[in-house]
Structures are given as structure tokens and as C-alpha cells.
């Protein structure tokens, strides 16, 4: 018996050990949380976030980061993914290390899901309040019913100055008292919970007073069961039966007395978010093909550009799944977009000088990053449908940009 027990001990200690090695020793920092795993052309074709802002990059506990930016419902949703008729505006962080405190869709507050439509456009603004200090990595996200999370890019974002302890969440009601939501209602929640477990743990003692298991299992099965429960025994039932009844009227009045205006719970999908028009563009792209290499880092694209407005452009940017392949002759990007995400010099065009109004011009365009692996766009090649999607942003000299939309199968090459 004695040396059972040691060896329990023993595989119990080497257990826990294990497990303090395995979690405290072996800690990697991760640095995606999520999209990458995700089928490479989902990504590709589900959601555009562009023009994203950060309003700041560090801040203190109960300080205030804004992110703002447009989001394009991809045409060509993929069938696997139900179409966002019920979609929530999240933020993917590992908790609520921020609370937010608002959320917009075109100009709405968005507490609740949102219905939103294939094809449109919107813009977005969510204000973040920093909670616990920490660098965190902050994504935008979109919740889809019966289609998954659809992941934006995520930016590092510190929260430094003051400590957990001092984030407060002032929030004043219609009945004009302002409370703090990380702590209201707390000791209440408490002290009833407590004070019905002790209730429950006194029937218990009440009765564990005399011995609990053989002598009245014996009385049972000698037909003496009537002698277990005494009159007094019954006497305290119907005490504790009572008084529960009591407690949970007369306390539900009071807290009726109490909170006078209550309401309940306000849920239900918001319908007719309002889009924003993008005007709509003089350029237009036609994609011959696409291809990337496997294994490799980039793709490339065979693109027929035609210029139909009135001043000349170049093209700038390539983006898709949150990566942003820019060339920097033409457009650099100053909002601090992640780093890991944007491949500053990473599009190369066979041909990027201004194409004139009225002129049509076939050119190679590569985008070549480490982003496209490390992001696992290659990854595409395990996907059950190579189509890609993106969008290309044109510029003329005077900076005025231009958005199209592409979409065409992409040919993986292996030779
Ligand atoms: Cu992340």
C-alpha cells in the first residue's frame, strides 16, 4: 500500500514537472494568431481590409488607440464560407488586454452583428481602451455566422505606463450613476453566490453529523428506514425549505426596490450598415495570367492595363490576404502597416512608367515577398480552389489613387 502510494507521488511529481517545463521553459513568442493557418485562398477572397490606420503604436493603461480603415466584400465569396448575412466587426487579441469602447461600420455604432453585402465596400473605425500593460498583437477581425473568423492584418501594439490594477470603465446610466464596469457588481455577485453555497454546505453538515454510509444502509435493508429521519430531522427540512423560499422572494424584491429600471438584454442583427461609393475607377485590368512558383516567394501576373481617364498612372500597390506589395517608385507607405505584412519594394512591373490616357499596355508584374511564405500564400497550392483576389492601386502624378479589383485563377509552376 505504502509503496503504491510513494510511486503515485512520484509520477505525480515528474507530472507536474513536466508540465512547468513544457509551458515555462518553452515559451515562443508567436507572432500570427491564426490567419496563417487558414486555406490561403479564403484569405485571398473573402475580405480586403485596406487604407488601415493606427492612431498610435504605444500607450498607457486607460489610454485610447483608434483603428480605422475600409474593408471590400470580395465579389467572389468562396461556397464554404456563408455569405456574412450575420457578421460581428471584432479585434483578435489574446483577451480583452484592451477593452473597446466603440465600433463603427459607415458612421454606425456596431455593438451587435451587422448584416453587410458581397461586393460593397465600407469603412470601419474601432476605439480600443488599454487595459492590461504588454505588446499585443491587434488584428481587426470579422466574425461571419457559419463561415468562421476572417482575419485583418495584425499590428504590434504596447501598452506601457500605469499597471492593471489602475484601468477603470466608467460608464454612467440612464438612471444618471455612473459606475466602473471592471468592478461593478462584483462584491453582489460575491456575496450571493457564497451565500448559497454556505446554505447548501449547511443541509449537507446538518445531516453528516451522524455517520453517513453503513449504519443506514443497514437500517435500510433491515426495513428500519423510517428511524433514520427523526421529527426534529423533519422539522429542520422544512425550516431550510421555508426560509429558501423566503430569502429568494424577499431578496428578489429588494433587488427589485433597488434597480427599479431594468432592461432586458438588447440583441438582434443590424440591418442597412451603409456602404461607401468608391468612385468608380477609369482604370482597368485584365488579368491574362498568374502564376506562381512552387517553392518560391512571390507570384507573377500578366496584366493589360488600360487607362480610360484623363491623366497618366502608374501602379503602386498589389494587396491581398493583408499583404501589401508596393512599388516604391511610385507609392510608400506611411501609416506604419505592419512590417512583417508590407513589402515595401516587393512589385516589380516590366513596364511601371505612366501609361497616357487612352493607352492599353500589357505588363509583367511580380510580387515578391517573404511575406507570401511566411504568411503561407504558397500554401495555396493545398487549397481545393487556386483562384486568387486582390486589389491594385493605381496613381497619377498628382497622387490620386485609384482602386481595381482583381481575380483570376493563379497556376502554381514547378519547373
Ligand atoms: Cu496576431
Redesign the pocket.
Same mark, same amino acid.
Given at each position: 500500500m505504502k509503496q503504491i502510494r510513494t510511486r503515485i507521488a512520484n509520477w505525480s511529481l515528474l507530472g507536474l514537472l513536466l508540465a512547468v517545463a513544457a509551458t515555462s521553459l518553452y515559451a515562443p513568442s508567436a507572432s500570427? $494568431?491564426g490567419e496563417k493557418s487558414q486555406a490561403a485562398f479564403m484569405r485571398m477572397r473573402t475580405i480586403h481590409w485596406f487604407d488601415l490606420k493606427w492612431s498610435k503604436e504605444k500607450v498607457a493603461v486607460n489610454e485610447d488607440v483608434e483603428i480605422t480603415g475600409k474593408f471590400h466584400v470580395f465579389e467572389g465569396w468562396p461556397e464554404t464560407v456563408a455569405e456574412p448575412d450575420v457578421a460581428f466587426l471584432n479585434i !483578435?487579441i489574446p483577451g480583452p488586454v484592451f477593452i473597446r469602447k466603440e465600433s463603427y461600420i459607415g458612421g454606425q455604432l456596431v455593438p451587435r452583428s451587422v448584416r453587410l453585402e458581397i461586393g460593397k465596400t465600407y469603412e470601419f473605425r474601432v476605439v480600443l481602451r488599454a487595459r492590461r500593460p504588454g505588446d499585443w $498583437?491587434v $488584428?481587426t477581425m470579422m466574425s461571419v455566422q457559419g463561415g468562421g473568423p476572417i482575419i485583418g492584418p !495584425?499590428k504590434w501594439i504596447s501598452i506601457e505606463g500605469g499597471s492593471f490594477s489602475d484601468f477603470k470603465n466608467p460608464v454612467t446610466t440612464l438612471t444618471g450613476q455612473t459606475v466602473d464596469l471592471e468592478v461593478y457588481q462584483e462584491s453582489n455577485i460575491a456575496f450571493w453566490h457564497i451565500f448559497w453555497a454556505v446554505f447548501g454546505l449547511a443541509w449537507i453538515l446538518y445531516w453528516v453529523r451522524r455517520p453517513v454510509f453503513l449504519p443506514r444502509l443497514l437500517l435500510v435493508d433491515a426495513g428500519r428506514a423510517d428511524e433514520i429521519v427523526t421529527p426534529l430531522d423533519r422539522k429542520v427540512g422544512a425550516a431550510f425549505a421555508a426560509a429558501t423560499i423566503l430569502i429568494v422572494v424577499v431578496a428578489m424584491s429588494s433587488a427589485n426596490g433597488k434597480y427599479p429600471i431594468t432592461i432586458p438584454l438588447q440583441a438582434g442583427t443590424m440591418r442597412g450598415i451603409k456602404p461607401i461609393d468608391l468612385p468608380k475607377p477609369t482604370v482597368s485590368v485584365k488579368v491574362e495570367d498568374a502564376t506562381y512558383r512552387v517553392p518560391g516567394r512571390a507570384m507573377r501576373m500578366k496584366l493589360t492595363i488600360t487607362n480610360s481617364g484623363n491623366s497618366p498612372i502608374r501602379l503602386g500597390e498589389f494587396y491581398t490576404a493583408s499583404v501589401r506589395f508596393l512599388d516604391s517608385d511610385v507609392y510608400r507607405d506611411t501609416t506604419g502597416y505592419p512590417e512583417d505584412l508590407l513589402a515595401e519594394d516587393g512589385l516589380t512591373v516590366s513596364d511601371n512608367s505612366p501609361i497616357a490616357p487612352g493607352e492599353s499596355r500589357t505588363v509583367e508584374v511580380q510580387a515578391s515577398d517573404a511575406a507570401w511564405e511566411v504568411y503561407r500564400l504558397a500554401d495555396i497550392i493545398y487549397d481545393p480552389d487556386s483562384r486568387f483576389a486582390g486589389l491594385l492601386f493605381f496613381f497619377d502624378a498628382s497622387g490620386t489613387r485609384q482602386i481595381v479589383q482583381i481575380d483570376a485563377p493563379l497556376i502554381p509552376s514547378f519547373i
Open positions: 500570427a $494568431h !483578435g $498583437h $488584428h !495584425g
